[in-house]
């Protein structure tokens, strides 16, 4: 189970963090990452965080604002987003899966567990 939260409405160029928390699962076993979807287009990926902790993986579109880390004693996964623009209001998801490899690990097809989502919306 994942549980999303910290969405909003924020102002271009203001802030927000997003959590995800997991339960019932090892948060460590899995690759943890984001995805947004907004309205009439495609889920897309946004960041994520292998097993090993390593160096997040980010899309090109939000490299250098959003910063993706993972606590797994809490069990909890954020998004710290900085610098928003009006093309990231969506909704955003946190997914995570066991067996996902790196070179799907873009593709929403890839994850099992899906969080319910929480709106984030850029506007002035």
């Known amino acids: 189970q994942l549980q999303a939260s910290g969405g909003g409405l924020v102002q271009p160029g203001g802030s927000l963090r997003l959590s995800c928390a997991a339960s019932?699962?090892?948060?460590?076993?899995?690759?943890m990452s984001w995805f947004r979807q907004a309205p009439g287009k495609e889920r897309e990926f946004v960041s994520a965080i292998n097993r090993g902790n390593l160096n997040p993986l980010y899309a090109d579109s939000v490299k250098g604002r959003f910063t993706m880390s993972r606590d797994n004693v809490k069990k909890t996964v954020h998004l710290q987003m900085i610098s928003l623009k009006p093309e990231d209001t969506a909704v955003y998801y946190c997914?995570?899966?066991?067996?996902?490899?790196?070179?799907?690990?873009?593709?929403?097809?890839?994850?099992?567990?899906w969080g319910q989502g929480t709106l984030v919306t850029v506007s002035s």
């Open positions: 019932e699962i090892s948060l460590s076993r899995y690759v």
């Open positions: 997914a995570a899966d066991r067996q996902v490899i790196t070179s799907n690990i873009r593709r929403p097809v890839s994850y099992d567990y």
